[in-house]
Structures are given as C-alpha cells and as structure tokens.
C-alpha cells in the first residue's frame, strides 16, 4: 500500500480564516514533505519533517505552519493567507530509513486550496 | 545550486508513436533521479534509478540513467491517449531532498 491521504480534497478560505491541511501515510515512513504547486509549474517545497523533527523549512511565510503531531500525521495551518497562495497543496511521505531524504517520494492526491 | 532541466517542454505526438523525454541534471551530491506522471492531480511515481546503464521497464515504459554524461531519458513506445500528462523528473541528494524539473506535457492525438 503507498496512500498518502489528504484532506480536505477542496477548501476556500477568505483572507481573514483560520483553516488547517491534514495529510496521513500509514507506510511507516519516516520523512513527510509538504509542496505547493501552480498550475503548470513543478511542486515547489515548502517544509519537509524527518523523523518528526522539522529539518527544512524552504522560507516560507509565516503565515504557513506546519506540525508533525506524529510519524503517521503531517498538518498545516493556514492563516491570514493572500490569494497568491491559491494553488494545490501537496503532501508527500518517504521511508527515509537514512536520514538523507533520497528515498522515493509517495504524493498524496492534494488539497485545492482557493484564497478570496 | 541544484538544477534539472527537462526537455521538450511540450510533446503533441499520435496514438502509437514512440516518444523520447529527455533529464539533465547538476545536483551536489546525487543519490537518485526519479521520475513521475502527473495528470490531473499529484505525480505518481514511475521510476526511480540510481545506477547508470541498467534500463527500468514497466509495460510501454523505460527509462535509463547516464551518471557519467548527468542524464536520463524516459521512453514510452506505442503511445496511447491515456499517456496524456505531465511527466516530472526529480532528482535526489541535494540539501533540500528532490529538485524538480519542469516537467515535459505530452500530448498524445488519436
């Protein structure tokens, strides 16, 4: 089985809301990544947890916050977000058995996110 | 910096061709290249290698890795409506885990 689940699959928010990204693997895979990705452009990293530690944080606003409540689980928090961060959002999880983050990366179906 | 550069960027070809999907890459510290379909929704994995000379095949679909020359292509013979889509190629082993390229939209004409 190598299903990335996320939810919710749709979600429109208004620049003031508070909303949240649930995304769920249950491989026993040990680094999770979060993307965003415009149309007709490559997934962009945002955030990758390994071993439920934030090792990488590509500069992204604060206004995105993601946690890692436990190895299965990856959430992130949206608020005050602008309509330019309309875009779809992925999660993806790898076994990571090294650490190095080189293991093959498994995308969950993503979140449609659209800011008004 | 990492980089990956795919080409063509864009492929209108007929049901039944042969296509050739061409990756280089500059990367640090490589471990792996690999590559993805994406349709409508999130790129599902195709192909990940990481040794130089041993083509990977699953049904109409090959790709092989050339470390020396820092390049991969990805072959899809007797191509089909259904092989529409983006195909991403990523490549392992820089700092920040994969760096994506472009992607190549292949379009497949009955």
């Known amino acids: 089985d190598t299903e990335v689940t996320q939810t919710p699959k749709h979600l429109v928010m208004g620049m003031t809301n508070k909303k949240s990204l649930k995304c769920e693997q249950h491989?026993?895979?040990?680094?999770m990544y979060w993307y965003k990705q415009k149309a007709k452009k490559p997934p962009e990293l945002m955030f990758v947890?390994?071993?439920?530690?934030?090792?990488i944080n590509e500069s992204v606003p604060s206004r995105f916050s993601p946690e890692c409540p436990n190895s299965s689980l990856l959430n992130l928090h949206l608020h005050a977000l602008q309509p330019e961060d309309s875009a779809l959002y992925l999660c993806a999880s790898s076994q990571d058995r090294t650490g190095a983050l080189t293991d093959t990366q498994y995308f969950g179906p993503g979140t449609r996110l659209t800011v008004l | 910096e990492d980089k990956v550069v795919q080409s063509p960027l864009s492929l209108v070809v007929h049901e039944g061709d042969t296509v050739t999907l061409n990756c280089s890459y500059e990367?640090?510290?490589?471990?792996?290249l690999l590559w993805y379909k994406q349709e409508k929704k999130a790129p599902t994995f195709l192909f990940m290698l990481?040794?130089?000379?041993i083509e990977k095949k699953s049904g109409r679909l090959s790709s092989i890795l050339d470390k020396k020359e820092l390049f991969s292509i990805l072959n899809i013979t007797a191509t089909q409506t259904g092989d529409s889509a983006v195909y991403l190629c990523a490549v392992g082993g820089g700092a920040d885990g994969l760096t994506f390229g472009k992607g190549t939209h292949l379009i497949i004409q009955p």
């Open positions: 990367v640090t510290n490589f471990r792996s």
């Open positions: 947890y390994s071993y439920e530690k934030l090792s």
């Open positions: 990481t040794s130089s000379g």
């Open positions: 491989m026993g895979h040990r680094a």
